[in-house]
């Protein structure tokens, strides 16, 4: 007998096998899939909850990998600025301010939203993330913590350093925990803020624990020259050097990668998370998508925080993914639809390291999926179930999403966060750290 059993719906499965199951049924046990096909299973498998889909589509829950979740805090504050002003001059000294309490109201107002948006597991790097991980663990969404290590003044010390032990933290309480939802990442905030033999230990801690390595990488072309003056090597090239891609790494953002470096991530088998509302948003620049993929290395896709985004929508950055590889191409078959939510599902689940978890709707894999409704005048009619989700879908569309066998939001209700008090926390801890300075 089926825990659930989800009947008529359009299934993007992500399955090269099968990528379209169309007025089909899913059979979920013990949170996981347990049925998929287009004949209804016979009735020895009946379900303790039907749910008929109506022709919704069902899809794999959309998988953010790179995300600042406690950004949200600072949603339009600091708007239209260059990325080093936007940074150093807004961004750190409001983030000096937040407390935990602050931090983790943005945790909890950012879970609300991707849960209502289709995201089902996020990567995140920022600080208090042990904190983070026990309001992740009660939301029950899936997620990669990692705690953005910094060395910025000379006096920095790796084994007193508040990253360097939360990481420390996240290891020891909350990597596999939740069954398995959270899993602890190493986490390096970037080159520029950092020095190499931090990236050596760091390099060495993800080794010994097999952990995935979050860093931002040649965000800028600014980030890029400056490496090069202080290094004569890209940031890829000097992390390189010091061990860091020798482990499984998620690199953010790379707008300017050099054919060297893709070179060397294609070697390391490293991912880059593309990062596209961001990246324009900041002026920063474009990512080469089409080039990555033709070199075989993993592309997944981000939000990046709020504060530079303004939305955790993975619909938008899709889209946005899709039409930009074809603009900056002049090809209109880059990147088409497919491939476009690939980065969000299959290549989003390898640069996770869940890879055998989530990413398909496959008999065996979790069962994470999201339900968009398709009664309503943008998505209609539907030829293609595929271009539909990727080309006229947004975040609002999503009306039910579910992690491993758990309804977590459907139709407008959150079943595991109390939204006032999400609402509540936001104005009444956070705001006031960082208007009243």
Known sequence: MFDTLIRNARIITMDDA??????????????????????????????????????????PGLINTHCHAAMSVLRGYADDYNLNTWLFDKIFPAEGRLTEAAVLSGVRLSAAEMLASGTTSFSDMYFFEPSAARVIEEIGIRASLGNGVTALSDDFDFDTDRGVWETFELIRDWHGAANGRIRADVSIHGEYTSRPDVWEKLASLASKHEL???????????????????????????????????????????????????????????????????????????????????????????????ASNNNLDLFEEIK????????????????????????????????????????MLKVGYDSDLIMLDVHNPRLQPIYDPISAAVYAANGSDVCLTMVQGRILYKNGEWFSIDIERAFHDIYNVAVPLIINR
């Open 18 to 59: 099968a990528p379209i199951i169309d007025m089909g049924c899913i059979g979920i046990k013990n949170g996981k899939i347990a049925f998929i096909g287009k004949d209804e299973p016979p009735m020895v498998y009946n379900a303790a909850d039907i749910i008929d889909a109506r022709g919704n589509i069902i899809l």
């Open 212 to 306: 995935v390595t979050q860093i931002h990488v040649s965000e800028t072309q600014g980030e890029q020259l400056g490496c090069i003056e202080r290094h004569g090597m890209t940031p890829v090239q000097i992390l390189d050097k010091y061990g860091v891609f020798e482990n499984r790494v998620l690199a953010a953002h790379g707008c300017w990668l050099t054919d060297e470096d893709m070179d060397i991530l294609a070697k390391r088998g490293a991912s880059v998370a593309h990062n596209p509302v961001s990246n324009l948003k900041l002026a920063s620049g474009i990512a080469r998508v089409s080039e990555l993929l033709k070199r075989d290395i993993n592309v997944s896709i981000g939000t990046d925080g709020c």
């Open 320 to 359: 946005l993914a899709s039409l930009l590889a074809k603009g900056s191409s002049l090809d209109p078959t880059s990147l088409p639809a497919y491939d476009a939510l690939k980065l969000a599902t299959v290549n989003g689940a390898y640069a996770q390291g869940r890879e055998d978890e989530i990413g």
